[in-house]
C-alpha cells in the first residue's frame, strides 16, 4: 500500500482522492496540502488524511512515500522537480507542462532520481478504450491509416467555469489545455508520436462562459493522419475512431466500441463493463512505484503530448502547420 499526499485540494485534487480513498488495496492518501485549509478541512476530516499548507511540509513527511501535483500548470515543473530530488515518485496532472523544454527538464529530473512520473491521462483508460487499444496493437484492424478524436464538456461553462481555463495564460488555446489535451493524447496512444499539427481555433465568445472550437490535423511519425476537435462548451462527448487497412473501430463515451471488418458483416457494437478510469490509472502509478509494471502513460509520449500541445500553439499563431521534435 501506497502511502500519497495530494497537492492542491480543489475539484480535481478531491477526484483524485475520492476515486481510491477507502476503494483500493495499492494505494490512499494520508496527507493534504491547500492554500485554502479551512475550505477543505471538512473533506480532509471525512477522508482522514493530515492537511497542511506548503508543498514542503509533504515531501519531509516521512510517511508519504509519492505526491500528486493538482496545481496550477505554471508550477509543474520546479515541484517536480523538488519532489524529485527527495527522491519520492510523483505524479503532475495534465499538462505537465507548456512547452516541450520545460517538459524535458520535469522528466530528466524524475530519470536522474530513478523515480517514477506518473499523469493524469485518464481518458485513456475508459472500458472502450482500453479495447480499442487491444484491437490497434494486436493488428486487428491493420496498418493504421487515420484517427479522428472529439472530446467536448461543460467545464468552462455550466459545471465549473472561471478559474484557470478562463486565464490564457494557464489554458492557452482554447479548449487545448482543458478537454483538447485528452483527444491529444488518445492520437499518440493510439498511433503513435506525432510529427506535426494544423490548427485553427474558431472563437465565437471569449471568457468568461467561453464558445470556441479547436480543429486540429495531425501527421504521425508514421505517415498516417488524425484529426481532433473539442468544443467550449457542448454536451459531454467523447469519440475516437481507428480506421486501418483491415477495419475499423470507434470508441463512444466510456464504454461503447463498435468495429467492423473489411468485407465481413455490418459493424457490431458492445458495451463493456464500466470502470474509474482514474482509479485505473491511478494504480497503475501505484504499480509502477512498487515495480510491478511500467505507468500506462510513458515519458516519451508525455513530451511528445507537450511538443504537440506548443506546436498546436505556434500553428494557431502563425496560421501555418507546425513540426514537432521527435
Known sequence: MINAAVIGLGRWGKSLVTAVQGKSAKIRFVHGVSKEPDDV????????????????????NPTVQAIFLATPHSLHVEQVRAVARAGKPVWCEKPLALTRAEAQRAVDACRAAGV???SGNNKRCFASMRELKKLVEGGALGEIIHIEAHFSNEHSTRVVGGGWRDDPRESPGGGLTGAGLHVLDALINLGGPIRSVD???????????????????????????????TVRAAPNYWRVHVFGTKGMAEARDEDMLTVGMIGGPPPQTQTYEHVDSLKVLVESFADAVEGRGAFLVSPDQTLNLIGAFEAILASLETGAPAQIRL
Open 199 to 229: 490548427a485553427k481555433l474558431y472563437e465565437q465568445k471569449p471568457p468568461p462562459d467561453p464558445r470556441d472550437v479547436l480543429a486540429v490535423l495531425a501527421q504521425f511519425a508514421s505517415g498516417a493522419t488524425g484529426t481532433m476537435a
Open 116 to 118: 517514477v512520473l506518473g
Open 41 to 60: 478541512r471538512g473533506f480532509a476530516a471525512q477522508h482522514g488524511f493530515k492537511l497542511s499548507t506548503e508543498l514542503d511540509e509533504a515531501i519531509a
